[in-house]
């Protein structure tokens, strides 16, 4: 019914499902992982519940072992019951946009009634809903993005004909774009941690400026690089991978392979050099270092070094923003990012005044 297969890039095994019946015929799924036996018990698992109709390699993400699917009863088309399907789809993203998509749904069903049809709501609806919250026009607009992800699901389930959220009318919010430090700002910070940190048995902090330094060169988010592993570090081929483990997902549950630009690769090549205890690249006297206490150590020294408008994640809007800025494709940045959705990416655009006017003149020169 299913077969293993051995991606000769990547060496992850992946599954292959073929159906004549379907377009395409054939569906591979990738199992994220490079242990052929690992693999092997994905397949089965996967076979069983593809058998059963809990599981559809051509639009549902791959089952989790441990986690049992409903089977999928004809009519099941009330929005609590959509609801549900919506939010196991949704079961491999990472922890916080689990919770977002499970919030903001749970509130729209609650108030437009668990027991409704899908198809008997519509852009109206969703307004009456927004009309009950004492929320900025910022907040309404993202509420309807997760509802939007929600009724897209629907339309792709064949429970609604169509995404009615397109009908919604919302207050003009300001357009915010996201914050962007220039590279000697992240330099600054990054030299001041070096110059004070503590590099002792306890509470060392000398982490802070490889982790701000990396940051700024990888675009990778807090966790994923809290997370990263030096099995994941690929010095000779000058690329790292984020993975996908048992105790890390990222924000959407793919995997994605950076490459390194050479000050990246001198920050690692710098730090493989000290013994690793835990095997994370990122540690604190032999210790994982928090999330919490990553963002509270990275403000200490921003605010320290005169630079309090940088945090974890505006390093990573800013390596973003410096790459659109040097005319590097949206698409690739994209991939790059690991932005599920290129209008993400598109938000990064709005490059600083000096550079704009340089590449103006650049261009018409």
């Known amino acids: 019914m299913a077969s293993l297969f051995k991606d000769a ?12 019946r379907r377009t395409p015929a054939k569906r591979r799924v990738s199992t994220t992982v490079r242990d052929q036996r690992a693999a092997d018990r994905l397949r089965k698992l996967w076979e ?25 009863p004809s009519g ?3 929005l609590a019951n959509a609801r549900s399907l919506f939010l196991e789809s949704r079961s491999h993203r990472a922890i916080n946009t689990r919770s977002n998509y499970e919030r903001v749904t749970g509130w729209f069903v609650a108030h437009a009634g668990p027991d409704r049809p899908v198809s008997g709501i519509s852009g109206q609806s969703i307004e009456q809903w927004l009309g009950t919250l004492d929320v900025k026009p910022v907040t309404q ?55 004070h940190c ?13 982790f701000i330094r990396l940051g700024a060169e990888t675009a990778m988010r807090r966790g994923e690089l809290l997370a990263l592993r030096w099995d994941h570090v690929d010095l000779a ?28 690769a001198a920050v690692l090549t710098r730090l493989r050099e000290r013994p690793s205890v835990t095997g994370h690249v990122v540690e604190a006297a032999g210790r994982v270092v928090a999330l919490h206490t990553c963002s509270d150590t990275v403000a200490k020294f921003a605010e320290r070094a005169g630079v309090p408008a940088l945090t974890p994640h505006v390093l ?37 005044h000096d550079v704009y006017a340089d590449q103006i003149r650049s261009a018409l020169s």
């Open 9 to 20: 890039r990547s060496s992850i095994y992946v599954v292959e499902f073929y159906d004549p």
């Open 48 to 72: 069983v519940e593809y058998a059963s109709s809990r599981y559809d390699p051509w639009s549902d993400p791959p089952p989790v072992p441990g986690i049992v699917r409903p089977t999928r």
């Open 76 to 78: 099941f088309t009330s």
């Open 141 to 195: 607009a993202n509420y309807v993005r997760h509802l939007r992800a929600f009724l897209r699901f629907c339309v792709a389930e064949g429970l609604t004909a169509r995404d009615i959220t397109a009908d919604v009318r919302l207050a003009r919010a300001p357009r915010h774009f996201p914050k962007a430090l220039r590279p000697e700002q992240v330099e600054t910070v990054a030299t001041y941690a070096e110059a």
């Open 198 to 210: 503590r590099d002792g048995a306890q509470r060392s902090s000398a982490w802070v400026a490889p």
């Open 237 to 264: 081929h000058g690329h790292l991978t984020i993975v996908c483990t048992e105790t890390f997902t990222t924000k959407s549950g793919a995997e994605r392979r950076i490459p390194l630009s050479a000050r990246a």
């Open 316 to 352: 990573r809007h800013s390596c973003i923003t410096w790459l659109i800025e040097r005319g590097v494709p949206v698409p690739v940045v994209q991939r790059f990012a690991g932005h599920a959705d290129i209008t993400t990416t598109m938000r990064y655009c709005s490059v600083a």
